[in-house]
């Protein structure tokens, strides 16, 4: 009887069965304690934030491109500025592209469809396309965009500034005046082309053809010979020529018709071979005519004397 009690006494409360048994085993509490050790590790490794950065043109990309047989430049900076969690770490690689092809954009009259090429270099010289395929160092001779590396240092903030260089090249006539717009993207990824956009924007480009005129060739002066009552007319031509942008309205006048040649006192009248026109880029040629009066006796106290007598020419638009 003591026997059996004894052996009832150790069989039901202190053997655990089926899968109690092995959460209760020694290898299974230290498999716990693994996990757990695992967990708190994971838990205490720092968390990444995202860098975040603003792009601003100093100065804006505006230019005038007044003369079609010059280039029309404006250097300046794109200013970078990024911001990163303290977190992070104080090197951060971005690649910087912007949406043009090797041979540039253009931009589109805003009151119409003309357009008008431009580029924008990453060199100041000129030279290095700044594109969205590749990447180059900054102020790269070379086409593609640009990759670079932000040292922040201890900051949580730094502005970069990468230099451009906005060209309107020459000879490009037959161009309407106004001004020509264009929105050129501009987009910042981690590390190369494939990287994550950390920055998308649009580069606003104006581009203004101003309403001008020129003497390409300035008029020539006017020598007439006139004899004394001379029975008809006496006449000569001035000859000139005015360039101005397509498009461009202008008038031509003179500021007197008739006049009197001072030390000879003869009289005469001027007339143009057209009063209005408009611009075609290229040069227009004109001519201002002078008749002198018949049957004037003049005044001279030899057999020759010579008399001159000045107008002004307006070009106005």
Not at 54 to 76: C, D, H, M, Q, R
Request: charged share 10%; aromatic share 8%.
């Amino acid at each position: 009887m003591q026997a059996g009690r004894a052996a009832a006494a150790w069989h039901p409360r202190h053997l655990a069965r089926g899968s109690a048994a092995l959460r209760r085993s020694s290898p299974m509490k230290d498999l716990c304690r693994l996990f757990l050790g695992l967990a708190l590790l994971l838990g205490a490794l720092p968390s990444q934030g995202a860098v975040s950065c603003s792009i601003t043109p100093n100065p804006e990309l505006k230019v005038i491109y007044a003369a079609f047989w010059n280039n029309a430049n404006l250097p300046g900076v794109l200013e970078i500025t990024c911001t990163r969690d303290p977190s992070d770490p104080p090197n951060y690689n971005i690649w910087i592209g912007i949406g043009q092809g090797a041979n540039g954009n253009s931009a589109t009259l805003e009151t119409g469809t003309a357009t008008i090429d431009y580029e924008l270099f990453h060199n100041t010289g000129a030279s290095g396309t700044w594109t969205s395929v590749g990447g180059v160092a900054p102020g790269s001779p070379n086409d593609g965009a640009v990759d670079d590396q932000l040292r922040f240092g201890q900051a949580t903030t730094i502005t970069v500034p990468y230099s451009y260089y906005l060209r309107v090249r020459s000879w490009q006539i037959f161009k309407p005046a106004g001004v020509y717009t264009a929105a050129l993207p501009i987009t910042i990824r981690r590390n190369n082309v494939n990287g994550t956009i950390v920055a998308a924007d649009t580069l606003p480009v104006h581009i203004s053809i101003p309403r001008t005129c020129r003497f390409s060739t300035p008029p020539t002066a006017i020598a007439v010979t006139y004899p004394a009552f001379s029975p008809t007319a006496v006449t000569g031509t001035s000859n000139f020529a005015l360039t101005c942008t397509q498009g461009t309205d202008y008038t031509i006048s003179l500021d007197q018709t008739r006049s009197v040649i001072p030390t000879v006192e003869l009289s005469y009248s001027l007339s143009l071979s057209q009063t209005n026109a408009t611009g075609t880029a290229v040069a227009q040629p004109y001519t201002v005519d002078i008749s002198v009066d018949p049957g004037q006796a003049g005044r001279c106290s030899g057999s020759v004397c010579m008399g001159t007598d000045t107008r002004t020419l307006t070009i106005a638009y």
